[in-house]
């Protein structure tokens, strides 16, 4: 199993990015997959998972209404897509199959003027 994410950056406060984890390994479509970020010093929280067939999604609180999880099967990809973004969106973003330990190296978000 692999699990490489990748779009983060340095972004102004209200503005957007884009994650993408390309995975490989397993048989992508039969598993949720799910997004996690870690600020330092914080532990690690869930952001948002998204089933095999990506019709259900669920999300932490602090990011409904601004973050979007969906996924490619044909292209063994999950995306986040980031709006309105927050200082406090800062973290490093990792990809997971959802209830494993498979979790890729991770993406820095960082959100700031």
């Known amino acids: 199993v692999q699990l490489v994410e990748s779009g983060g950056g340095l972004v102004q406060p209200g503005g957007s990015l884009r994650l993408s984890c390309a995975a490989s390994g397993f048989t992508f479509s039969s598993y949720h997959m799910s997004w996690y970020r870690q600020a330092p010093g914080k532990e690690r929280e869930l952001v948002a998972v998204?089933?095999?067939?990506?019709?259900?999604?669920n999300y932490a609180d602090s990011v409904k209404g601004r973050f979007t999880i969906s996924r490619d099967n044909a292209k063994n990809t999950v995306y986040l897509q980031m709006n309105s973004l927050k200082p406090e969106d800062t973290a490093m973003y990792y990809c997971?199959?959802?209830?494993?330990?498979?979790w890729g190296q991770g993406t820095q978000v960082t959100v700031s003027s």
């Open positions: 998204i089933s095999g067939t990506g019709r259900i999604t």
């Open positions: 997971n199959r959802w209830g494993s330990d498979y």
